[in-house]
């Protein structure tokens, strides 16, 4: 749920305790304490818990400008090395000699759905020359569909003339680096570095990965997937659009031989979030590869953002909340302290309660339990559907109780009847959401029984695939 809600599930906690409404009729504010425990938990996690969060590896394909903030950053030539390989760049240089311009056939393969492979064929043109910008000399390539993206932005290319070019760093057959003209990163080097991780986490214990979106002039960003496909060992990286802040698309496909990126992993892992990892106009995420047990056998387990929904979003956290309170409201001489410190846990609570109908889940009672419990799917955090039926809710329990609390009764109307007067909004929205989860459970089991099957790992085994 989003944090708007929270706040408001807070403030209808708060209308359940007349004392507490007393106050709010006289204009003391001390009761809002329960709804902004209510936010809580998402205040911990995204203001303090993912600044300090550990992180293992760095994925940034597209490093921003410190000035602008965006992408594509300008370097020096001397600064590049293997380690920047397909990451998205600019450089500015003087053209000194133009190696070859020509024509032929490029193959490549290409993905569906499914994972399943295709090589595709195509006519091309190509242009290779040296770029030096006064720190170092380096070849660059446009070539296929780039080839008419640099005649578009580069025009009639001589020796001597100054550009500005941008695309990304990639290294030859003989180890030396050279620049393709590109307008986004290759997604080779992102599938590479989550390979490795896993890899990593299988022989350590935990490796904790941080995604960095690209961010491009104009405040639109290029939006790129992440496949984990278990059964068949890989990770697959898919470059897409550019897309709005909203993530609405705006075109700027990449070229499909530019477009996947797949590494193999030799260990074997289990996805726990059935969608693939979508990464575009927030700052991106953090993903934890964690080794674990899974029917017998030693695998690695996905955790998505491991700093959130962690001992801020348990029910330990909400009786230490209204502990906190109780003393607080104790030690300043506030009369309704015990139904405040009630108050804040509840809303804490509900919270919890809130976060568990999506997908993440929660450990909800740290230290007994040890593990996070699933959630019950009836939508993601940004659903429109589930967060309006929480909030009409809540505004209709604000409601109702402000007329029961009140006398004469601002609506003349029986409690009970009063009730499902307001709420037959939300009813209907959470019965459409339920109807909407079975058929997404129903398919969600069809997927974990293919990101689980175990037979594929020992399949892999036999031919020695670990």
Known sequence: MRGFTHYISGLAVVTFFPSLVADLRMGILVPVIAAAAAYFPDFVDFKFGKFFARRDYEVDPAPWDEKKHYAPKLVKIRDLSRENRYQFFALEGIVEDILTKSSGTISYQVFDESGNVRTVEEEYNTIVFTLYDGTGTITVEAFGKDYKLFEEEFGQIERGKKMLVFGYVDVDPEGHLRFVISDAPHPQGIADTIAEAIEEAYAEGEKIVKIHNIRLPGDVYRRFMIHLDPPKREVRVEMGPIVTPGGVSIGGEPPE??????????????????????????????????????????????????????????????????????????????????????????????????????????????????????????????????????????????????????????????????????????????????????????????????????????????????
């Open 257 to 466: 031989y530019r477009k996947y990126g797949i590494a193999r992993v030799n260990v074997p892992f289990i996805k726990t979030y059935p969608k693939p990892t979508r990464i575009d106009s927030f700052s991106g995420p953090e993903i934890a590869f964690r080794r674990t047990k899974h029917q017998g056998k030693t695998v690695v387990k996905d955790r998505f953002l491991p700093w959130h929904h962690g001992f801020s979003h348990s029910l330990t956290m909400g009786i230490l909340i209204g502990i906190f309170v109780y003393l607080f409201a104790k030690l300043f001489g506030y009369a309704h302290a015990g139904d405040l410190a009630l108050a804040s846990m509840l809303g804490q609570w509900l919270h919890v309660f809130e976060d568990q109908l999506g997908f993440m889940g929660s450990n909800l009672l740290p230290p007994i339990t040890k593990d996070v419990i699933p959630g019950f799917k009836l939508g993601e955090s940004g659903s429109g559907l589930t967060n309006f039926s929480t909030a009409w809710l809540m505004i209709a329990f604000m409601i109702w109780n402000f007329n029961r609390f009140t006398e004469p009764r601002p609506i003349p109307i029986g409690d009970v009847k009063l009730l499902l007067y307001l709420i037959w909004p939300s009813v209907i929205g959470f019965g459409i959401a339920i109807a909407k989860s079975f058929k997404l459970r129903k398919e969600i089991a069809q997927l974990m029984d293919y990101y689980t099957n175990l037979e594929a790992f020992e399949e892999l085994e036999e031919v020695g695939g670990i």
